[in-house]
Structures are given as C-alpha cells and as structure tokens.
C-alpha cells in the first residue's frame, strides 16, 4: 500500500523559509513522477510542481517560480520543497503526490501539511 507522510509546515513571517518533506512507503518511488500541491481555504487545490526521476524535469507554477525548489532523493523515497521569501499568499495546506500511472494523473496522496504565512 502506497503511503505519503509530509512533515515541515509551520507558521513564519513573509519573507522567511520553509522547508517541506514527503517521504514515500509502499513502493519503489525513483521511477514515478511527484508532485506538491496546494490549497487555501474556500479555493480549490492547485498544483505547485511536480518533478520526474530526472532533477532537470522539475516544474512549477508562475506563482511559485524563483522561490520554490523541488528536490528528490529516490534512495530515500523522498521529495522536498525548499520555500523561499513567503508571501502570505502562499498560506494553504501543502500536500504530497505520486503519479503511478502512465497517463501522469496524481492518484496517491498524503495527508497535507499547514503552511501559514503571517504579513
């Protein structure tokens, strides 16, 4: 059985950093796609970035470009986001996934992470 734990979330000022982990059970995670995503209250969840086995694949929504990196480490089965200069916009919960299927859906996800972000 698949299971994704994230760890990492907190509550820090704008401008600050946050560091966020997912580690993977279940399987061997270094040839499938994984993702971060996000949601705020009353909006809908969003993707964040999402990278493959390659570290050169990673990619990220315009919103979090330049202050967001994803980070693998497939003999760890864990995947990382380094969050740099928060902004209150980016409060939500953060959330893990893996796509195990070949049309690249996300189809297994972790239980989330509060990430709040005071102005």
């Known amino acids: 059985q698949v299971q994704l734990v994230e760890s990492g979330g907190g509550l820090v000022q704008a401008g600050a950093s946050l560091r966020l982990s997912c580690v993977a059970s279940g399987r061997t995670f270094a040839f499938y796609r994984m993702g971060w995503f996000r949601q705020a209250p009353g909006k809908e969840r969003e993707f964040v970035g999402g990278?493959?086995?390659?570290?050169?694949?990673?990619l990220y929504d315009d919103s979090v470009k330049g202050r967001f990196t994803i980070s693998r480490d497939n003999a760890k089965n864990t995947v990382s986001l380094q969050m740099n200069n928060l902004k209150p916009e980016d409060t939500a919960v953060y959330y893990c996934?893996?796509?195990?299927?070949?049309?690249?859906?996300?189809?297994?996800w972790g239980q989330g992470t509060q990430v709040t972000v005071s102005s």
């Open positions: 990278i493959g086995w390659n570290p050169a694949s990673a």
């Open positions: 996934a893996v796509s195990l299927n070949s049309g690249g859906a996300y189809d297994a």
